[in-house]
């Protein structure tokens, strides 16, 4: 079973910086459009960055400049850096394969990482 296990979170100052990382268990899963999705407290899921095979990115608008994703092929695995975090931030964060427009594949969601964005 592939499995993804996201890891980085944790308390962080308004203005701060945090990258997670997403570790998949299958080194196929580079081969796929990757995303990183968050859900604050009281809000749906969002997917906040985008990552093709070929490197691609895409952002959300109250991320771009300040986030970044990125994948490492040979360590099969995919990051986010955090930099100018806002109290917004604030989420569980998560990682999968987005297989159509910015859905992520069902069977795929894991524990996710906790960000917390606050003085």
């Known amino acids: 079973q592939v499995r993804l296990v996201e890891s980085g979170g944790g308390l962080v100052q308004p203005g701060g910086s945090l990258r997670l990382s997403c570790a998949a268990s299958?080194?196929?899963?580079?081969?796929?459009?990757m995303g990183w999705y968050r859900q604050a407290p009281g809000k749906q899921r969002e997917l906040v960055a985008r990552?093709?095979?070929?490197?691609?990115?895409n952002y959300a608008d109250s991320v771009k400049g300040r986030f970044t994703i990125s994948r490492d092929y040979a360590k099969n695995t995919v990051y986010l850096q955090m930099n100018s975090q806002k109290p917004e931030d604030t989420a569980v964060y998560y990682c999968?394969?987005?297989?159509?427009?910015?859905?992520?594949?069902?069977?795929?969601w894991g524990q996710g990482a906790q960000v917390t964005v606050s003085s």
């Open positions: 299958r080194s196929i899963f580079i081969v796929y459009t």
């Open positions: 990552i093709s095979s070929g490197g691609d990115t």
């Open positions: 999968n394969r987005i297989v159509d427009g910015n859905i992520g594949a069902a069977e795929y």
